[in-house]
């Protein structure tokens, strides 16, 4: 069985519970807190030397780290991953947006705010996450206006990468009032069979 | 003809460039400053609306954004992907690993010391960037002291994305003398066939 890695407040540990749970495959989950240091332990780092959840355990003693790596890995085959080349370069390039252009500002600053509980400590910190973070928001709203998902105008694994930290882009200090197609698309993922939510283990 | 939108300093479209010439595939290269703010132009924005380079224009009208993206796209069904389901989601953690980890603290410092030629103006925010880059570095020393290429002991697009600017990463201001693994693996990527400096257009 498949055995994942998990913190379950995370939004990155999140996209593989969803795409788990809509694929209908069992999996075991190890949570970590890795608010306790959990993920730096000399026996976590041997599965993931970058120290991060989630990872997930493919057989015994294979171990893939990296939340979108897994998604694709996940999905390949299936309905949440199109097969013809340019919509899945498409997926890609919005999950490699994901990390690179928002998990670092409305993640981070969630991190902050709600898991950390520490919004005065980060004050300046989280400041500073504002302009790039509400910069991404518009890049998914200006997408959203005129697409259903983000590729191929249906549900794939891009929209369980960018709905992870979107949904919850609130708890970090990011309001979503001023981005109607984001939050009718929050709707529709909502919807999607077999959702579950973040907090379900 | 594949139309690449490219800045020649960046290793991001550096990238690009790479897979291209190892393939032997001929493009046409527009070259965009960034540093004129030639990426956030509504002409540019139309293709991606994240105003970033790389670019890949895969036909009249169609654009590929995210540089580790338009590798997977054009390296798909090649030597440079491997076809086992594992070792392809190997490759995407790699890639995820590069923009996540890596690259905002590595490429960024660059930018700023090598490129906006402002060190002493970033020289806080440069100093922020020092743990996390050496982290990632070590990272990459652990895999590599016992790996030859960072998936299926061989050369693939993982080892492309994470050589455009480990390779340069002193012009960030990071030193690879303590890292002998990383610095024989360098050697290995550029005595690739077809290798291209990040320098050729």
Redesign the interface.
Known sequence: MLRLYDFLPSGNAYKARLILAQLGVPFERIELNILKGETRTPAFLSKN??GRIPVLE?EPG?F???????L??LS?GTEFLPSK??E???V??W???E???H??YIATSRYWMAILRQADEYREALQQKQQPGYAALA?ME??LSNHSFFVAERYTIADIGLFAYTHVAEEGGFALEKFPAIQDWLARVKAQPRYISITTP
Request: aromatic content about 16%; cysteine-free.
């Open positions: 030397p970058n493919t294979q893939l780290a990296e939340s979108n790596a897994i694709v890995y390949e080349a340019f899945r370069a498409q890609l390039q999950l490699f947006f990390q690179y252009s998990e670092p890049v200006q997408h």
